[in-house]
């Protein structure tokens, strides 16, 4: 099925996509762990103390995510339609995106002095999978068209 920009489908999508990415946005907050809030809050470096590595990890995922947000938003401005495929590759991608907070979780949980290899080598992934869903089209493409090619986007 193939839904065009004016059709109450393709902001459904659209919408749903975007939110996605706002709740993972949302749910990095919940990997930072403060443990003593009013001793934390007393200055700015006693929070810095509190946070840390935490905050580090929460500030790279929060960019890495808006930045996939982003491009997608400014890949979705060229489409002139959304069809499934487009729709089925969009839910790996915000599979691979919702995997992100967990992830930021794990990195920077200040009970975790290291991570094992074989578990920092299982993030990594989850960090780079959403690069696997992205697919910038080779071609020269004008606005509202859509072209044969990759994972149903606009490079379809």
């Known amino acids: ?32 762990d ?7 809050f007393k200055s700015l470096s006693a929070l810095y103390a509190a946070l840390g590595p935490q905050f ?15 491009g997608h938003h400014r890949m979705v401005a060229s489409f002139a339609a959304i069809d499934d495929r487009t729709l089925v590759a969009n839910l790996f991608l ?6 992100l907070p967990f992830a930021t979780s794990a990195v920077g949980d200040p009970g975790v002095a290291e991570l094992p290899r074989s578990s920092s080598r ?14 910038p089209c080779p071609l020269p493409i004008s606005p509202r068209r859509t072209l044969p090619g990759c994972l149903g986007s606009r490079c379809l």
């Open 1 to 32: 099925m193939r839904y065009s920009r004016e059709e109450s489908e393709f902001d459904r999508a659209i919408t749903f996509i975007d939110a996605t990415f706002a709740v993972a946005l949302t749910l990095l907050i919940t990997s930072l």
């Open 34 to 40: 403060i443990q003593n809030r009013a001793k934390a």
């Open 56 to 70: 580090l990890a929460f500030l790279i995922a929060f960019t890495v995510i808006a930045g996939y947000w982003f």
């Open 94 to 99: 915000l599979a691979a995106i919702v995997l």
């Open 122 to 135: 299982g993030w990594l992934p989850a960090w780079l999978l959403p690069l696997f869903f992205w697919c």
